[in-house]
């Protein structure tokens, strides 16, 4: 039986992804932040006796993921599904820009999904399937004016997801993420257009085509990819001067398979 880890899943699209995972036989670990008044997970949990554990975790809390990490030493896990951000960050205007909230938003939403996959890359490792998976939005990657807290969050969320899927293909492990449509949750007051179990439909069915060859991807719910780089390396469009130097990283990608 394949093993899950899902950040959030204590309620909208975290929950949604819980309750697919159970019913399609998965294992689900779910960590969050308040175990005692997860209430609809704990009676998900009675519905799938021995299917879901519901454990501590604030990813605003790096001990709390180690002491996570600790526990789970070992026990291999086939999906780290990073679902959990603080979407309730405030408006910022020009003059009025809440920089601990952008911290915070910076803590959660990007470095503590690096630390996520780096507390459970071993699991990972260890798993039939070897894949990680994270929630991003499409405003980390489009232009529109506003939410800069959120947005540059998830742009540089974006940027970690590519480096992991190019460091831990040599492993054999598949990393990516995606935009999950415009979702009915708290964080969007309920008006999205796709209810969570349709959204987490359509991200798993990307997660179950996901390969080494596919990571590294920026999924729109459909299937399609938004950018996460560019993919233009003219050295002489950024004005490097050092063909040697372009030749000799070519071969390095060449090798790897990295298409540029
Ligand atoms: N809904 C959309 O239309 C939409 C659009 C674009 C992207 N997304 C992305 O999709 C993902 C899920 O979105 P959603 O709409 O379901 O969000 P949501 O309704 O705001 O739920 C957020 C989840 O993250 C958890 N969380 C927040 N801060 C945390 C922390 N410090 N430690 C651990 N857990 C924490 C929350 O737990 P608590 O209950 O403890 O707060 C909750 O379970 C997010 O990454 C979001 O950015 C959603």
């Not at 590294?216 to 490097?240: K, Y």
Request: net charge positive; aromatic share 8%; with cysteine.
């Amino acid at each position: 039986m394949p093993t899950v880890l899902i950040t959030g899943a204590n309620r909208g699209l975290g929950f949604g992804f819980a309750s697919l995972y159970l019913r399609e036989g998965w294992e689900v670990i779910a960590p969050v932040r308040d175990p005692a008044n997860a209430t609809d997970l704990q009676a998900l949990a009675k519905a799938h006796p021995g299917k879901l554990s519901i454990e501590t975790c604030d990813l605003a809390n790096f001990a709390t993921i180690d002491a996570l990490g600790a526990k789970l030493k070992g026990k291999p896990i086939d999906l780290l599904l990073g679902n959990a951000a603080k979407t309730n960050n405030p408006a910022s205007t020009i003059g009025d820009t809440n920089y601990e909230a952008w911290m915070e938003a910076f803590k959660i939403n990007t470095m503590a999904q690096m630390k996520l996959a780096e507390t459970f890359v071993e699991n990972v490792a260890a798993s039939a399937q070897k894949k990680m998976f994270f929630l991003s939005s499409r405003i980390g990657s489009k232009p529109p004016a506003g939410m800069i807290l959120f947005r540059s969050s998830k742009s540089a969320l974006n940027q970690v997801v590519m480096q992991l899927s190019l460091l831990l293909k040599p492993r054999g492990i598949a990393v990516a993420c995606a935009h999950p449509g415009f979702v009915k949750t708290k964080s969007t007051a309920d008006m999205g257009v796709f209810t969570v179990d349709e959204s987490a439909a359509h991200l798993k069915k990307i997660i179950d085509n996901l390969t080494v060859e596919t990571g590294g991807q920026f999924f729109e719910p459909d299937g399609s990819t938004l950018p996460i780089v560019t993919r233009q390396m003219n050295p002489a469009a950024f004005g490097a001067k050092a063909p040697d130097a372009w030749d000799a990283q070519k071969k390095v990608w060449d090798k790897e398979g990295t298409k540029i």
